[in-house]
């Protein structure tokens, strides 16, 4: 799975959520129908406005509301329900997936949409195949049919019940096949789609859409129009915009202090900190072949030294929780595989780990950072966790850090012990925080394979269409991964938006399921 534009942010940025209740999407809600846009602001960019290309948070924003999928995500929940699909289901076991569309279903151009464009859509994006797009998503597709023109059939290489939570992802995105090409990207920052919303115009900047009043889903509007303004990873600008009262909603990228500072004179200020669940961890990855990193022992110390309840206190002001666990909680599968394994911090228990290997001497280690990428917070925290290490006496540990992208190559090279890496998934289900970790390639980069956990617990959760009948393999899983220790989890953060008196439906929009709901947002 590719996932570079995937890894990212601060417990406070998670995506949010997609879409489900019921009724028609063209109902008008008393109150709205303004001509003011909802002023939305976030520190993200939107990196391409093409569903074959995009797969950053801001870009799967835009999709999410300008395209629909066959399948989303109901507000609050990790099971995907039909969208621009009446119904769909698998036969054959999970390698044979069917759906059929809602009939009537137009662009927002005013052309039909069919299942031809749904094939389409799928195989432009295979075709395609963009470093920076959703294709790795699709890659168990075999072939697509379209028996009629509400039907259509997927074809898998192999089982897969996450198929669906895959195409409610934005990489289902639905497009035109008269607007797009079927081999390449289409670059004019244009986007025709038959989601909720339509986006009018693209800068730098600011995105603004309006109502799309042919649409035909689950979605109710709330308003007619969202203005999304892009601070370009300027979270001091962000923070000020709103300050201001040029926002309504600052979403993505204040940082914990903000958030704090927030929260403490709300009163004061006429504004409202609005909390939600979020999928969103952290993880310490080892380099299984590190000459020190590498020996058990020394993980297990560190496993034994690092205190995440410290971490999430002091560094993060409380603005994520810690996480014993690879599948972060809210979603199936979820245990606290690394507390029962570690417990609470123990510097004995730590000594008696490097002891037992015949390690004496303290451990000279570096921890490697990236400033950004992952919240403005990390540098931070690996500086907290290194004097948590050498506060046991059993350990030198320092912490480098260094841009992005020299950072991606020197861990594809194999050049650091021990790094950080943040998780935002592509849809609510374990497999999406085991298979590309654990999985054959996995995205780590850190030369670890568990042939159980590839030829065993992944294929049987991978078959199993029942997602609440998989506990069991991904306890399993994650016993294994606790024991022998490629990963340290840290936090799963939550999700916040700040808003003013006199907007509502952020409470609906802040969820596990990581995209974003313009038309729950309102104003009065």
């Given at each position: 799975m590719k996932t570079h534009h995937k890894w990212?942010?601060?417990?406070?940025?998670?995506?949010?959520?997609?879409?489900?209740?019921?009724?028609?999407?063209?109902?008008?809600?008393?109150?709205?129908?303004?001509?003011?846009?909802?002023?939305?602001?976030?520190?993200?960019?939107?990196?391409?406005?093409?569903?074959?290309?995009?797969?950053?948070?801001?870009?799967?924003?835009?999709?999410?509301?300008?395209?629909?999928?066959?399948?989303?995500?109901?507000?609050?929940?990790?099971?995907?329900?039909?969208?621009?699909?009446?119904?769909?289901?698998?036969?054959?076991?999970s390698t044979v997936y069917t759906c059929t569309l809602r009939p009537g279903l137009k662009f927002s151009n005013g052309?039909?949409?069919?299942?031809?464009?749904?094939?389409?859509s799928f195989e432009r994006a295979l075709k395609i195949a963009d470093p920076s797009g959703p294709a790795p998503l699709l890659s168990t597709i075999d072939t697509i049919e379209t028996p009629d023109e509400r039907t259509v059939v997927f074809r898998l290489k192999v089982p897969d019940a996450t198929f669906p939570s895959k195409?409610?992802?934005?990489?289902?995105?639905?497009?035109?096949?008269?607007?797009?090409?079927?081999?390449?990207?289409?670059?004019?920052?244009?986007?025709?789609?038959?989601g909720p919303y339509k986006l009018d115009s693209l800068s730098d900047t600011e995105a603004v859409f309006s109502a799309n009043t042919g649409y035909q889903?689950?979605?109710?509007?709330?308003?007619?129009?969202?203005?999304?303004?892009?601070?370009?990873?300027?979270?001091?600008?962000?923070?000020?915009?709103?300050?201001?009262?040029?926002?309504?909603?600052?979403?993505?990228?204040?940082?914990a202090g903000d958030i704090s500072a927030l929260e403490a004179s709300t009163e004061d200020r006429g504004v409202q900190v609005v909390q939600g669940s979020s999928a969103e961890v952290?993880?310490?990855?080892?380099?299984?072949?590190?000459?020190?990193?590498?020996?058990?022992?020394?993980?297990?110390?560190?496993?034994?030294?690092?205190?995440?309840?410290?971490?999430?206190?002091?560094?993060?002001?409380?603005?994520?929780?810690?996480?014993?666990?690879?599948?972060?909680?809210?979603?199936?599968?979820?245990?606290?595989?690394?507390?029962?394994?570690?417990?609470?911090?123990?510097?004995?228990?730590?000594?008696?780990?490097?002891?037992?290997?015949?390690?004496?001497?303290?451990?000279?280690?570096?921890?490697?950072?990236?400033p950004s990428r992952y919240g403005p917070s990390t540098d931070a925290e690996l500086k907290a966790i290194a004097a948590q290490l050498n506060a046991s006496g059993l350990f030198d540990a320092d912490v480098k850090s260094v841009a992005f992208d020299q950072y991606e190559k020197d861990i594809a090279?194999?050049?650091?012990?021990?790094?950080?890496?943040?998780?935002?998934?592509?849809?609510?289900?374990a497999d999406n925080f085991t298979?590309?970790?654990?999985?054959?390639?996995?995205?780590?980069?850190?030369?670890y394979e568990n042939k159980t956990i590839t030829g065993t617990l992944l294929p049987k959760t991978a078959a199993t269409a029942d997602r609440s009948a998989t506990d069991k393999e991904y306890g399993a899983l994650q016993d294994v991964v606790a024991e022998e220790l490629p990963v340290l989890p840290l936090w799963q953060g939550k999700q916040y938006a700040v808003t003013r008196d006199g907007v509502t439906?952020?409470?609906?929009t802040l969820d596990a399921s990581t995209v974003f709901r313009f038309w729950e947002l309102r104003t009065s």
């Open positions: 990212l942010t601060a417990p406070l940025a998670a995506g949010l959520s997609a879409a489900l209740l019921g009724g028609c999407g063209t109902e008008q809600i008393p109150g709205s129908g303004s001509a003011d846009a909802v002023r939305v602001g976030m520190s993200d960019e939107i990196l391409a406005t093409d569903p074959a290309a995009g797969y950053d948070p801001g870009s799967w924003l835009l999709f999410n509301n300008v395209f629909q999928s066959l399948l989303a995500f109901p507000k609050g929940g990790s099971l995907p329900e039909p969208e621009a699909a009446e119904k769909c289901g698998f036969g054959d076991g052309n039909p949409l069919t299942s031809e464009d749904v094939k389409f195409i409610a992802s934005g990489a289902g995105s639905i497009v035109d096949h008269r607007e797009y090409s079927a081999d390449a990207l289409r670059t004019d920052g244009k986007a025709v789609g038959s889903g689950t979605a109710e509007r709330r308003n007619d129009r969202v203005a999304l303004k892009l601070y370009q990873g300027d979270r001091a600008a962000l923070a000020k915009a709103f300050a201001d009262g040029d926002l309504d909603v600052a979403y993505r990228g204040l940082s952290q993880h310490l990855v080892f380099n299984m072949k590190d000459p020190v990193a590498g020996k058990l022992a020394v993980r297990k110390a560190i496993a034994h030294l690092v205190d995440r309840d410290a971490l999430v206190e002091d560094v993060y002001k409380s603005t994520a929780t810690p996480l014993y666990s690879i599948v972060p909680a809210g979603i199936n599968g979820h245990n606290t595989a690394f507390f029962d394994t570690y417990g609470a911090p123990d510097p004995a228990k730590a000594k008696k780990a490097l002891r037992a290997a015949g390690i004496t001497d303290k451990v000279t280690l570096t921890l490697w950072s990236t090279a194999g050049k650091y012990g021990v790094y950080v890496k943040g998780w935002v998934p592509d849809y609510p289900d298979a590309p970790f654990f999985g054959e390639g996995n995205v780590l980069s850190n030369h439906g952020l409470e609906w």
